[in-house]
T-cell receptor, first 113, second 114 residues
Framework: SAVISQKPSRDICQRGTSLTIQCQVD?????MFWYRQQPGQSLTLIAT?????????ESGFVIDKFPISRPNLTFSTLTVSNMSPEDSSIYLC??????????FGSGTRLTVV | AQSVTQLDSQVPVFEEAPVELRCNYS??????LFWYVQYPNQGLQLLLK??????LVKGINGFEAEFNKSQTSFHLRKPSVHISDTAEYFC????????????FGGGTRVLVKP
């Protein structure tokens, strides 16, 4: 299966600032996904990122708050903009491999103070 | 739209005892099914998956799951747990075709007691 390197692994940020999370995959993948895991909760899909097209956002998530880039088939970034304490969560990226399923990065633990 | 229900939010179990984690899904089309484990302060690790073929799926660390289409279930089992199996377990479903998103259940926290 593919291996995903996600960074930063954790960060503490001031409210009102932005953080960009990066995910690098060791092989080319068509579909990448970004999830949020709020404290003690399950994973919620933020958006699906295809190379060469705009990301598709789930209900409750908007591009202005969570802009996503997907410049090639091995890389994607998620920015959490104008952060508030409610954005404190674990953010995970995922890549789909048709014959394998879905692989996840190790997550970014974000605390907004 | 697909959805996943994990019927138990917490399962305490004694070491070396068996454990079963229940997962039911709803979907109008054929599905792929997954179980992931999340150890404290770590990312998600794939335990096992059902894509097609045999309905009994064996995974890592001695886990297995059975896909039951008529009952729309994909329960996870392990005959004898270890302390190291203490973790959060997530059932997830995608609707078959490549490129479809994973939908996760609410998770089951397994606490293995000595």
């Amino acid at each position: 299966s593919a291996v995903i390197s996600q960074k930063p692994s954790r960060d503490i940020c001031q409210r009102g600032t932005s953080l960009t999370i990066q995910c690098q995959v060791d092989s080319q993948v068509t579909m990448m996904f970004w999830y949020r895991q709020q404290p003690g909760q399950s994973l919620t899909l933020i958006a699906t990122a295809n190379q060469g097209s705009e990301a598709t956002y789930e209900s409750g998530f908007v591009i202005d708050k969570f802009p996503i880039s997907r410049p090639n088939l091995t890389f994607s970034t998620l920015t959490v903009s104008n952060m508030s304490p409610e954005d404190s969560s674990i953010y995970l990226c995922s890549a789909e491999e048709v014959s394998y399923g879905y692989t996840f990065g190790s997550g970014t633990r974000l605390t907004v103070v | 739209a697909q959805s996943v229900t994990q019927l138990d939010s917490q399962v305490p179990v004694f070491e070396e005892a068996p454990v079963e984690l229940r997962c039911n899904y709803s979907s109008s089309v054929s599905v792929y099914l997954f179980w992931y484990v999340q150890y404290p302060n770590q990312g998600l690790q794939l335990l096992l998956k059902y894509l097609s073929g045999s309905t009994l799926v064996k995974g890592i660390n001695g886990f297995e799951a059975e896909f039951n289409k008529s009952q729309t279930s994909f329960h996870l089992r392990k005959p004898s747990v270890h302390i190291s199996d203490t973790a959060e377990y997530f059932c997830a479903v995608s609707e078959g075709d490549a490129g479809n998103k994973l939908t996760f259940g609410g998770g089951t926290r397994v606490l293995v007691k000595p």
